[in-house]
């Protein structure tokens, strides 16, 4: 059985940074892509950031590159989500999934891409 678990979001003011974790158990972590989604009330779940196995590629959406970045410890099977300068458009339920041993550059971003799927934590940044 695989267990998803997010831990470290919470509220923070503009600019600030949070750091998310996801621990991921039931799988041979280290042979599968891990990704990070994120939903807001009302809007449809968007992809935020993906990472291969080996953390030799990483993807992510236009709205949060150069200021997150996410990693991954395959010793501890963790991936990390580092949000700096936060925005208040960057509150949502935060989601981390497992991903498809080869992450493809074509739909990498699709939700059905990934098979198992955390509960969320939430970030909310005030302005």
């Known amino acids: 059985q695989v267990q998803v678990v997010e831990s470290g979001g919470g509220l923070v003011q503009a600019g600030g940074s949070l750091r998310l974790s996801c621990a991921a158990s039931g799988r041979t972590f280290s042979s599968y892509a891990m990704g990070w989604f994120r939903q807001a009330p009302g809007k449809e779940r968007e992809f935020v950031a993906a990472?291969?196995?080996?953390?030799?590629?990483?993807y992510y959406t236009d709205s949060v590159k150069g200021r997150f970045t996410i990693s991954r410890d395959n010793a501890k099977k963790t991936v990390y989500l580092q949000m700096n300068s936060l925005k208040p458009e960057d509150t949502a339920v935060y989601y981390c999934a497992c991903g498809p041993r080869i992450l493809r550059s074509g739909s990498y971003y699709y939700p059905s891409e990934y098979d198992y799927w955390g509960q969320g934590t939430q970030v909310t940044v005030s302005s």
């Open positions: 990472i291969s196995w080996n953390g030799g590629t990483i």
